[in-house]
Each structure stands twice: as structure tokens, then as C-alpha cells.
T-cell receptor, first 115, second 113 residues
Framework: NAGVTQTPKFRVLKTGQSMTLLCAQDMNHEYMYWYRQDPGMGLRLIHYSVGEGTTAKGEVPDGYNVSRLKKQNFLLGLESAAPSQTSVYFC??????????????FGPGTRLTVL | GDSVTQMEGPVTLSEEACLTINCTYTATGYPSLFWYVQYPGEGLQLLLKATKADDKGSNKGFEATYRKETTSFHLEKGSVQVSDSAVYFCALTGNFGNEKLTFGTGTRLTIIP
């Protein structure tokens, strides 16, 4: 049981390049989330999904797209990377929404630098 | 909207000192409250939680009590260890079908031997 895994762990991009971050979970969770972590700002929700084939915008969705074609995978895409997207990205999953008794399980993070 | 305010860090303490990290919140309804911990190089892990007023969450020697009258959820530990060095995040989720966690900015804790 690997929990939540993220690929890649590190990436350096040039402005304007595109990339996809992959998140996978083997806990059969319905909900999945993408956050970014920036110094002094805590974690901010980018997009989330409440089930296979669904996606929804979070607090800071601009410049990102997501897809949830399979229940266990949640992809985060940057179509044209900008230096403002330099951050650490965390994926999380939970069996249901972040309500009572629904713990979110986090991956180890992806450190992205955009030059 | 919902928000969480944590005490500014970083916090540096000697081993066996007492720890308090303050957390206050603003939310509608009756939120659930959480403390998450992030050890160096890792993702976040749930440390403890409380789901209604006056509940006390506890784990690994840490405690926090849900105080609705002061809208607070302060994290405490009586005797910290070097292994407690990490970043601590206070978070909440509202009720009424809210799927999202709202995090505070995090407090970096360093324990020196």
C-alpha cells in the first residue's frame, strides 16, 4: 500500500513550457486534491475532484488544468509555465469530502521551478 | 469566507520545553478543526482533530481543545523532543457539504538538544 504518490519529485521548466504532474492513490478514495505551498502562505487549493470524471476549481485555479480519467489518478497540467508557478505542489486524497472524520492523505510533493 | 490565523514563526525551543502554537479561526456554521504536521522533505500528516466544541484532540503527546467561545484551537505539548521539529499547520473544514480544507500559513518549529 503506497498511499499517495507523485511524479516527478523535482522539475525545472523554462517560461512557456508545459508539463503534467501525476498523482496516484491506491486507497480507492473518491476525493482528490491539488495544492500549492508557498512560503508564508500555507497550502492553497488549486483544483479538486469529487469522483472519477469530475473536476472543480479551488482557490487558485488560473494557469492550471486537471483531469480525473481514472479514479486512482489525478493529473495537474501547466500549459504555459510562468515564474509565478514556482512552488511545491502537493496532491491529497480522502475517502469523502473534508468533513467530519475525513482525513486527507498527502503525497510527498513535487518541487517545481520555472525560470 | 473561512480563514485560519496561526502564530508567526519560526519557533525555536530547547528539548523538554513546553510548547504552545496559537491558532484562531473564522468560519460559518460549526467547523471541524485539524492540526497537520509536515516533517522535513515529506508531505503533510494529520496530527490531531476535533469535530465539535469542547472536544480535545490528542496524539503523540500533543493536545488541542476546540474553544468555540474564543474561536481557537491552540496546539500544546508539555515536553518537546528534537524529533518534533517540523512545520505545523492549523486547518478547518466547514460543514454543509464543504469538501475543502482551509489552512493556516504554518509554523516552523525547531527543537535544539
Amino acid at each position: 500500500n503506497a498511499g499517495v504518490t507523485q511524479t516527478p519529485k523535482f522539475r525545472v521548466l523554462k517560461t512557456g513550457q508545459s508539463m503534467t504532474l501525476l498523482c496516484a492513490q491506491d486507497m480507492n478514495h473518491e476525493y482528490m486534491y491539488w495544492y500549492r505551498q508557498d512560503p508564508g502562505m500555507g497550502l492553497r487549493l488549486i483544483h479538486y475532484s469529487v469522483g472519477e470524471g469530475t473536476t472543480a476549481k479551488g482557490e487558485v485555479p488560473d494557469g492550471y488544468n486537471v483531469s480525473r480519467l481514472k479514479k486512482q489518478n489525478f493529473l495537474l497540467g501547466l500549459e504555459s509555465a510562468a515564474p509565478s508557478q514556482t512552488s511545491v505542489y502537493f496532491c491529497a486524497s480522502s475517502p469523502r469530502g473534508a468533513g467530519v472524520n475525513n482525513e486527507q492523505f498527502f503525497g510527498p510533493g513535487t518541487r517545481l521551478t520555472v525560470l | 469566507g473561512d480563514s485560519v490565523t496561526q502564530m508567526e514563526g519560526p519557533v525555536t525551543l530547547s528539548e523538554e520545553a513546553c510548547l504552545t502554537i496559537n491558532c484562531t479561526y473564522t468560519a460559518t456554521g460549526y467547523p471541524s478543526l485539524f492540526w497537520y504536521v509536515q516533517y522535513p522533505g515529506e508531505g503533510l500528516q494529520l496530527l490531531l482533530k476535533a469535530t465539535k466544541a469542547d472536544d480535545k484532540g490528542s496524539n503523540k503527546g500533543f493536545e488541542a481543545t476546540y474553544r468555540k467561545e474564543t474561536t481557537s484551537f491552540h496546539l500544546e505539548k508539555g515536553s518537546v523532543q528534537v524529533s518534533d521539529s517540523a512545520v505545523y499547520f492549523c486547518a478547518l473544514t466547514g460543514n454543509f457539504g464543504n469538501e475543502k480544507l482551509t489552512f493556516g500559513t504554518g509554523t516552523r518549529l525547531t527543537i535544539i538538544p
